[in-house]
């Protein structure tokens, strides 16, 4: 399958800094990626979705001025969470698709963030 | 909400086939089910998807009941590689928007 790639694996940050996230389609152009997280001996929860150019769109509950996404490129998306604190430290998972409705997404491998 | 239920979890034992089951009695008609796997600590792994018919790939097999209402995934032959936890997942409709329920916990046993 198409692979998506998303650095860093894991990282660990300082309450109150930034830390951004970057996900990469690597053999397709990715005109729909979004951003998960998913707590431990949880199921994913979808943050947000993000198109090419476009202003991402955040699910309910979501804060898009703490978690900041770009979609510069057809191959890139970031997501960036400011400010950190120990409550965001959690699995941030990226996926992406070349659409249309009834192709299938692929998945990055995750970020593990721990802020201490 | 997710549109799917699935058992939480499952044993199979090695070389057996595992046949895991989806319940999604809200799917419109141009709805997809797709079938996710995670192994702990990594992302999930598309599996196989499909609209109506059933699907066959080099990893498993997708059967869709005629009324669509349910789905049954089957891993022909399981290893112990395939313990992960499997989603049945149904998009909204007209987008690409997965929304992941609990998913089966299945188990290979040797």
């Known amino acids: 399958g198409a692979v998506v790639s998303q650095h860093p694996s894991w990282v660990i940050c300082k309450s109150g800094t930034s830390v951004k996230i970057e996900c990469r389609s690597l053999d397709f152009q990715a005109t729909t990626m979004f951003w998960y997280r998913q707590f431990p001996k949880q199921s994913l929860m979808l943050m947000a979705t993000?198109?090419?150019?476009?202003?991402?769109?955040?699910e309910q509950g979501v804060e898009k001025d703490k978690f900041l996404i770009n979609h510069a490129s057809l191959t890139l998306s970031t997501l960036t969470v400011t400010s950190a604190h120990p409550e965001d430290s959690s699995f941030y998972i990226c996926?992406?698709?070349?659409?249309?409705?009834?192709?299938?997404?692929?998945f990055g491998q995750g970020t593990r963030l721990t802020v201490v | 909400d997710a549109k799917t239920t699935q058992p939480p979890s499952m044993d199979c034992a090695e070389g057996r086939a595992a046949n895991l089951p989806c319940n999604h009695s809200?799917?419109?008609?141009?709805?997809?089910v797709y079938w996710y796997r995670q192994i702990h600590s990594q992302g999930p792994q598309y599996i196989i998807h499909g609209l109506k018919n059933n699907e066959t790939n080099e990893m498993a097999s997708l059967i869709i009941t005629e009324d669509r209402k349910s789905s049954t995934l089957i891993l022909p032959h399981a290893t112990l590689r395939d313990t992960a936890v499997y989603y049945c997942i149904v998009t909204t409709s007209g987008t690409y928007k997965y929304i992941f329920g609990t998913g089966t916990r299945l188990k290979v046993l040797a």
């Open positions: 996926s992406a698709t070349s659409g249309p409705v009834g192709t299938e997404a692929f």
């Open positions: 993000s198109n090419e150019g476009s202003k991402a769109t955040y």
């Open positions: 809200t799917i419109s008609g141009n709805e997809y």
